[in-house]
């Protein structure tokens, strides 16, 4: 029963850290929503710990912690990517705006 407990705990405290960076302005909303996730799952396991079990006999998986890492590696992928195309997107709008500024400094040097 303690380890319900103490992982119920974990994601209650990981939840609160992850609202209190959101709330400071030191973790963006948009990457905070994944993390909350993690935290949600964290807690809802720590609470229902037959639920993987549950989840593993409906997928076919033998072992259930398999399903666990499994699922965590799947969503370690998907954050990746999510990182990847918010990182892309960057790297575009400031070689847009690196273009911009070329464009008003010539034009500025033709006025002068």
């Known amino acids: ?15 609160a850290i ?6 400071r302005d030191h973790l963006h909303s948009r990457h905070g ?21 549950k989840l593993a006999v409906f997928f076919g998986v033998s072992y259930p912690p398999t399903l666990l890492f499994i699922l965590g590696l799947g969503m370690i992928l998907i954050k ?13 709008k400031m070689r847009l705006l690196a273009q911009r500024m070329a464009i008003l400094e010539g034009e500025k ?3 002068d």
Do not use: K
């Open 80 to 92: 990746v990517i999510n990182i990847d195309l918010h990182q892309s997107e960057l790297e575009r």
């Open 33 to 53: 929503f994944w993390w909350l996730l993690v935290a949600i799952g964290v807690m809802l396991l720590g609470i229902f710990p037959t639920f993987i079990d």
């Open 109 to 111: 040097e033709e006025m």
């Open 1 to 15: 029963m303690s380890y319900q407990i103490t992982s119920a705990t974990l994601g209650l405290c990981l939840a």
């Open 18 to 23: 992850i609202l209190w960076l959101i709330r």
